[in-house]
């Protein structure tokens, strides 16, 4: 293992053993998150002359679904932590960017769930507005929000404002079934002062030639917040088969009295949901190596390849759903106390489920870019 396999392995093992403190807290632990930053966990996609850790996509996703092993809302921190720094780097004005960056710690949160109102009209911009499902904000020293010109959803109008998070104030509704840890609580601006420098269009070409850019909506869609998604679900559904394993090679339930794993109809449940799991994650590895060899060689992916990159992170999202719940029927109420770990994976994949970049309506704007050859007018896929 890498230095970075060995410091996610060690925070892993640490956020597992306090989940409830995370559940509690609805919040990643500060020394946690923190510890996470400084070893470099959300800075991989950044190239190495800019400070980061100049890894591929296909390895930041292994890594993903390593953390979310240990605990989803980790792996989800993890993940999406990423694309907040790449999307500076590659999209934002240079100098604003390289200040920001230039934090070796620096965590940016960032929610597009809401259009804010863009003011122009008086010596400053400002920003004003309220957007939930902000994931990491309590820990976050940036959080980035989407706004435009009197708050109208126009295309060409539409920018990110990255703001320091004290011109914040958090709402703590964050209050769920599962993925607590996330922290996605609302954040809420009133008529906050922003330089132009501090705002840049999401979907904009970038301005930047190294493969961070993958990262960009315009180069290859939203894959990589579909792609935390099935990082993070296929994690907990790693967990839930390890888990279930271990529990019907111990339990021997009335009447028989034999060890489940020793009945034929387990072993083959078994067997099928750890193909599906493996034919799951192959997939998704299959599509980011493909439009990573692509990006890294300064090219950009096909509409195909973009297509099968949102249908196998979607299909992992699924996949994974499912996985969790039929581990959940195999062990029956082994796993009803709330602390036990498969019951934890039974809420902790379910928040993903219906999320924009890797739900079922991805099926039809894959279909949508397939019979155009062309991209979403907001390239989602």
């Known amino acids: 293992m890498t230095s970075l396999e060995d410091a996610a392995a060690t925070l892993g093992a640490e956020t597992d053993r306090r989940w409830r403190e995370l559940d509690v807290a609805q919040r990643l632990p500060e020394d946690i998150y923190l510890q996470m930053a400084q070893a470099g966990i959300l800075r991989q996609l950044l190239p190495r002359e800019v400070g980061g850790m100049g890894r591929s996509t296909i390895e930041w996703f292994d890594l993903g679904l390593e ?65 939930s499902f902000t994931s990491g904000c309590e820990g976050a020293d940036w959080i980035a929000v989407l706004g435009s010109p009197g708050g109208v959803p126009n295309r060409a109008e539409m920018r990110f404002v990255l703001l320091p998070v004290d011109r914040f104030e958090i709402e703590r509704d964050w209050d769920v079934v599962g993925l607590r840890g996330t922290g996605s609580h609302t954040v809420v601006a009133d008529t906050v002062p922003f330089d132009p420098a501090q705002s840049f269009d999401l979907a904009a070409d970038p301005v930047v030639a190294d493969p961070a850019r ?63 799991w493996r034919q799951a994650r192959a997939a998704v590895r299959e599509s980011i190596e493909d439009a990573w060899a692509v990006v890294a060689d300064g090219g ?11 249908i ?15 581990c959940a029927r195999l062990v029956g109420t082994s796993a009803l ?4 770990p498969l019951a934890r994976c039974q809420r902790d994949v379910l928040p993903l489920l219906g999320h924009l970049a890797a739900n079922a309506q991805v099926l039809e704007f894959a279909e949508q870019v397939r019979q155009t050859g062309r991209p979403l007018a907001f390239p989602l896929v």
């Open 67 to 131: 953390l979310a092993r240990y605990d989803g809302s980790l792996g989800w921190i993890a993940t999406q932590g990423n694309m907040g720094i790449s999307h500076l780097h590659s999209l934002a004005d240079r100098d604003f960017a390289r200040e920001v960056i230039a934090s070796a710690d620096v965590r940016i949160a960032g929610t597009n769930t809401a259009l804010g109102v863009i003011d122009v009209s008086g010596p400053r911009r400002t920003i004003s507005g309220r957007w």
């Open 214 to 276: 993958i990262t960009t909506p315009a180069v290859c869609g939203a894959w990589a917040v579909g792609s935390s998604v099935a990082a993070t679900q296929l994690g907990i559904a790693r967990r839930a088969l390890d888990e279930t394993l271990a529990v019907v090679e111990q339990r021997a339930p009335a009447p028989a009295f034999t060890p489940l794993l020793d009945n034929p109809a387990v072993q083959r449940e078994l067997s099928r949901l750890e193909g599906r």
């Open 300 to 310: 950009l992916p096909t509409m195909e390849q973009r297509r099968n990159l949102a």
């Open 312 to 326: 196998s992170n979607h299909l992992a999202n699924d996949d994974s759903v499912n996985i969790v719940a039929d």
């Open 337 to 340: 106390r709330p602390e036990h």
